[in-house]
């Protein structure tokens, strides 16, 4: 309880200290102010530096979600409010996945989520600490923001722009650009209460959230925003079959399931977020804003069987028991254990219970023969499953003064200039686990260490119109950007890394599943770039206007890039206008996936092992094919057509996106005797623990297109007033050239692993008292993938699920509220346990395919009650 009210207090005493300053964003402020709040919706600012423009005079195709309309998704995590309303953007759970658990990953146009820049009233987003070892397939090794600490509560609108957008905002941009637009009301609020659970009966959810707009002197406004929400583990699980037979054997504490395949625990999950602005004068607005977010975590790992797990209880997979001779110095020897004998069908059979073993007996009972031996049956006997866990700590500033210049060459331009930080720290967590090399005196539960993101960023922006004699005064933008970017490891608990007595006798270091980062292994790694664009739009005739985006970028580490873009839009009729786009891009590999080493725990060949993830420059990475990285470069183009007539609004795009020098995890590449002879030469601890290495490489190039459609109607319906909506994606990639780092199976998960169609219809209706939605939403056809190796992998089916709510108003300030997500319950895809060839894909204990686009915990009811002002 102490610990929760002190984050509490921590959470307040941010927002108190930001409110005094926190300030207002429009690029041109004035031209929202004269919008109704309906318009506003339809109002873009990124995707151009001129004025916002709404959504069908834009030359390239952006996704506008309001804020009410975010509300209509039954989840308050914001990637789950996005994903349906943005036709190509997907979404995955990772049930068991390291740290990607952790934060989310997502997916726009189906490159990874570091792909996409995210932006917070028009400024760069600080990435998250959090690198996604074991992303699954598309995301692995991605380290991009972390959009789930942003509540719907506190957002105005959020703008999606689908097209690559390097040459305008920097690195990252590839797959486009998400800009989440801060609440900006001087007056009112509101307040709600929602709870929920899954159909299974777990899950259970609880969500407080509100917002409030206050005035900040005469001349400004203070809008604040907060969210706490805590969510219970779930369970998609069976019963492993190896720990069914030792519970069946009497082996005591066998848990059932031994292993859990379900949406972590997230605990203490509290979010602030505030916007203030204040007008200085008639020409000049400060504004700042910020967030101070901080939550637990905590997700299931791989159960460790008490008779094979290496390291721990044996050696040479499951054939003997691992024994320590205690003496360390020869004394009596430890009799030898064996857990398998040969029947008298020449058949080899596991002895399930070591305690029927007599070598066993004489160990456990302290004969004179295992008087000084010790196995951790004595005190673990049913295995153990280590739970892993982190805290999350996410905060931010920016502020900045912008304005027009009344004098001077430039008199009449508008400027801005800004100063941002933002900082992601995540301390990890393992529970339940052991210190092998510690024998029986090893802690179980460990804190292993630290990751700290840190980015500092300086703007200058400047804007003005001139009149070169064309249909309108054309825009001429220009600005200059510096940003810093630091990745920080810090050491973990002593007992998580250290080498403990039992280690030369072959019991395995660290607590297990996830090794503390060692001294060593701790640093602080910085990098810094700087850049200058200028950005044209010029409207030769009142009917056909192009813009023109070019921008220099220098890093200090692999040099400088310069990327450019060009866009047309055409107005064919009243009704119909065409555009389209054509770009360069680039991304540049983050600090993290640079320096980052670490030690994982995945299955290969249906076998549970330890894989060290190390730097490209690592000796041992060097001599298997590892370079250091370089950004990834992208070249990409779209044409579409956009049609509105009498409340119709109607979308085509097709987009062509081609990055050479993908930036991902390589394949884990099995270790030989002479590269563990290296590891251990360079320092990297375990190394006889170690079956398999990785580490960050530009290996292999894509090719991705596909076609968005976005339509909308509005009409009066059954007496009230509805809307229909359909978003529609159809994605393909296609891996042009690789080698053996990356692997087939990686270059199979990106082409496969997401669905090629994803849709989206919703009816919502409007009635005097009462209002509703219901969505349909179709998943494609997608490979379903078990445990991260291809012996698990099928395509799996397409499916349609249903959500909806329905909304009463008590009075103008009170509402109630009902819906379910996935309402018809539809399973995802089940996994195959009648399979007879390759290895039966049951032996972990999952009911589903964790690569489904619709994640595997099925239907989900909420009831929500609402308090407007």
Not at 189 to 210: A, M, N, P, R, V
Not at 450 to 458: A, C, D, G, R
Request: aromatic fraction near 12%.
């Amino acid at each position: 309880m102490k610990h929760n009210i002190s984050k509490l207090q921590r959470a307040i005493s941010f927002a108190l200290a930001s409110t005094a300053t926190i300030g207002l964003y429009a690029t041109t402020a004035q031209a929202e102010e004269d919008a109704n709040a309906k318009d506003i919706e339809k109002i873009a600012v990124v995707g151009s530096r001129a004025a916002p423009r709404s959504v069908g005079d834009s030359p390239v195709p952006i996704d506008i979600i309001g804020g009410e309309e975010l509300g209509k998704t039954g989840s308050n995590d914001m990637l789950e409010m996005l994903k349906g309303s943005v036709p190509s953007l997907n979404v995955h759970q990772n049930p068991i996945s390291d740290a990607a658990s952790l934060i989310r990953p997502a997916n726009l146009r189906g490159l990874p989520a570091d792909s996409t820049l995210v932006l917070l009233n028009g400024k760069r987003r600080h990435r998250a600490s959090v690198i996604a070892f074991l992303g699954g397939g598309i995301n692995d090794g991605a380290q991009g923001p972390d959009i789930s600490v942003i509540p719907g509560v506190a957002m105005k609108q959020v703008e999606v722009l689908r097209d690559g957008a390097a040459a305008q905002y920097g690195s990252d941009a590839i797959a486009g650009v998400i800009n989440f637009v801060l609440k900006d009301s001087s007056e009112g609020g509101s307040i709600s209460i929602k709870q929920g659970e899954y159909y299974e009966g777990d899950g259970d959810t609880t969500t407080i959230e509100g917002n409030i707009g206050l005035p900040f002197t005469n001349s400004g406004f203070a809008n604040l925003s907060f969210q706490y929400k805590d969510a219970d583990a779930t369970s998609r699980s069976r019963q492993r079959p190896d720990a069914a037979y030792y519970a069946a054997a009497g082996v005591p504490g066998v848990a059932n399931p031994a292993q859990i395949w379900g949406a972590p625990e997230i605990k203490d999950d509290i979010t602030l977020f505030g916007n203030v602005g204040l007008e200085l004068d008639n020409n000049t607005n400060f504004y700042m804003f910020g967030n101070y977010s901080e939550r637990d975590v905590k997700g299931g790992f791989y159960y460790r069987n008490p008779q094979t797990r290496p390291g721990v209880y044996s050696n040479d997979d499951g054939k003997t028991l691992l024994v320590a001779d205690l003496d360390g110095e020869g004394g009596i020897s430890c009799p030898t254990v064996n857990l398998t004998f040969v029947d008298a069908n020449g058949d080899t059979q596991r002895i399930w219970d070591v305690n029927n073993i007599a070598a066993y007996q004489q160990i456990a009972a302290d004969t004179d023969v295992g008087r000084n031996c010790f196995a951790f049956n004595e005190i673990i006997p049913a295995g153990f499953t280590p739970n892993f866990g982190g805290n999350i700590t996410d905060t931010s500033l920016t502020m900045g003064v912008k304005g027009e210049l009344q004098s001077g060459f430039l008199a009449g331009a508008y400027y801005d200039v800004s100063g941002s930080v933002g900082r992601n720290e995540a301390r990890f967590f393992i529970y339940n686990t052991i210190n092998a090399s510690m024998g029986a005196d090893s802690p179980r539960d460990f804190s292993p260490g630290k990751y700290i993101q840190l980015e500092k960023n300086f703007n200058l922006d400047l804007s003005k119109t001139y009149d070169w004699g064309l249909a309108y005064e054309a825009n001429v933008a220009g600005g200059l950007e510096w940003h810093e970017e630091t990745f920080e490891v810090l050491s973990g608990d002593e007992a998580s890394f250290m080498v403990g007595p039992l280690y030369e006798q072959g019991f395995g270091i660290g607590s297990n599943g996830f090794p503390g980062f060692k001294p060593s292994d701790a640093g602080e790694y910085t990098r810094r770039n700087y850049a200058a664009y200028l950005d044209i739009e010029t409207p030769f005739t009142e009917q056909f206007l192009m813009g023109w985006a070019l921008r220099f970028e220098d890093y200090d580490t692999f040099g400088s890039t310069t990327n450019y873009k060009v866009t047309a839009q055409f107005e064919a009729t009243d009704t119909l206008s065409l555009r389209g786009s054509v770009s360069t891009g680039f991304r540049a590999p983050t600090v993290g996936q640079a320096n980052v080493s670490n030690v994982q725990t995945n299955l290969s060949s249906g076998v549970l092992v330890d894989s060290a993830l190390l730097p490209p420059t690592n000796p041992i990475s060097v001599q298997l094919g590892g370079k250091e990285l370089q950004p990834e470069e992208s070249q990409s183009y779209t044409v579409g057509a956009v049609y509105q007539n009498d409340g119709f609004f109607f979308t085509i795009d097709y987009y062509n996106i081609q990055v050479e020098d993908r930036i991902s995890q390589s394949d884990k590449i099995e270790l030989s005797a002479a590269d563990k002879a290296i590891l251990k030469a360079a320092g990297v601890p375990n190394v006889d623990g170690l079956a398999q290495v990785s580490f960050f490489t530009n290996d292999f190039d894509t090719t991705t297109q596909g076609i968005d459609v976005v339509a909308n109607y509005s009409m009066d319906l059954l007496g009230g007033y509805g809307t229909f909506a359909l978003a529609y994606n159809w994605n393909d990639t296609k891996v042009d050239k690789f080698s053996d780092i990356t692997g087939l199976f990686k270059v199979q998960r990106l082409e496969e692993d997401l669905p090629n169609h994803r849709a989206t219809v919703t009816w919502s209706q409007q009635w005097d008292k009462i209002s509703g939605f219901v969505r349909a939403n179709y998943f494609g056809e997608y490979q379903g993938v078990h445990v991260d190796y291809d012996a698990t992998a099928k395509m799996a089916d397409a499916v349609v699920t249903f959500d909806a709510e329905l909304t009463y108003f008590v009075t103008e300030a009170i509402s109630l509220s009902a819906g379910a997500q996935n309402i018809f319950d539809e399973d995802a895809e089940k996994l195959d346990f009648e399979r007879t060839t390759g290895i039966p894909n049951n032996n972990w204990g999952g009911k589903y395919y964790e690569t489904s686009p619709m994640g595997i915990n099925g239907g989900f009811y909420y009831v929500k009650a609402t308090y407007t002002f």
